[in-house]
């Protein structure tokens, strides 16, 4: 009897003895992981990953210890879980999946956010059948909601354009990103795995934000101790990959309008 392979290269070794074209593609899928991490292994990226993750999963049981927060607490959960999704893809190539992921962060975001607006709508969106939820809880009425409680239109909201921005990749349509096709990249676009990284932490810091927010409302002294403005190194990698972001525009000539980034969602 021969024996069995061992480990995941060995394995996909014994596919492409029958399957070719998908070993092919799941060996180029973890050499690029492999090169990724190589260069981002003792940066601060990581670093400030790990922070978030820890963060996360402290206010997540913080959240489980108040009568009403305890019931959304699941959304942290999911927000860890759309940051490892954007750490993996991004590794090895996917960089569309985590910018997909990043839009649904985005999303728990409103959330909270309308949740810090008027707590009792916690209850109703966890009730709410699949009607109500569309009518009074997608993503444009939240945002429609935030900008009436502020007086503002939707396109002046600080969002408007990364909103925009996620929801024209989303869908199937003639325009191409800027970093690569779906799917795994063959190429390597310049900045490409490290607008996902800026992504990240963007889109962590606006949550932070919001989850601090709602904490405030509903049970104020919940996160006395845990405030997100003491996190370093997720402060470090934030400013950092921010920087990379505005060098990438400036080499891009990157200009903005902010009534073309008016979405719908």
């Not at 990953?49 to 019931?71: C, H, I, N």
């Not at 966890?126 to 502020?150: G, I, K, Y």
């Not at 996160?223 to 990438?248: C, F, P, R, S, Y």
């Amino acid at each position: 009897m021969s024996q069995a392979p061992d480990g995941y290269l060995d394995l996909v070794s014994e596919l492409s003895a029958t399957k070719p074209k998908t070993a092919a593609l799941l060996r180029h899928a973890n050499n690029r992981r492999q090169i990724k991490l190589r260069e981002y292994l003792a940066g601060a990226r990581l670093s400030g990953f790990e922070e978030l993750l820890g963060y996360l999963e402290t206010v997540e049981e913080l959240f489980r210890s108040d009568k009403r927060l305890a019931k959304i607490a699941f959304l942290l959960e999911r927000s860890r879980g759309e940051f490892g999704v954007a750490l993996e893809t991004l590794l090895c190539g996917m960089h569309t999946v985590a910018h997909d992921a990043m839009r649904s962060v985005m999303e728990i975001e409103f959330l909270f956010r309308d949740f810090s607006l008027e707590p009792s709508r916690i209850e109703d969106w966890l009730t709410a059948d699949p009607n109500r939820l569309n009518n009074e809880f997608r993503p444009s009425v939240l945002r429609q909601r935030f900008a009436n409680h502020l007086s503002r239109r939707v396109h002046e909201l600080n969002e408007a354009a990364d909103y925009k921005g996620h929801s024209m990749f989303l869908h199937v349509g003639p325009l191409q990103s800027p970093f690569g096709v779906p799917g795994l990249a063959r190429d390597e676009a310049v900045f490409a795995a490290d607008s996902c990284f800026w992504e990240i932490f963007e889109h962590a810091r606006r949550l932070l934000i919001a989850i601090e927010t709602l904490a405030g409302e509903v049970r104020p002294q919940l996160l006395a101790n845990h405030k997100a403005e003491d996190l370093e190194k997720l402060g470090d990698a934030w400013v950092l990959t921010q920087e990379m972001q505005q060098i990438w525009k400036q080499l891009i000539g990157y200009k903005s309008n902010p009534e073309d980034h008016d979405a719908d969602g």
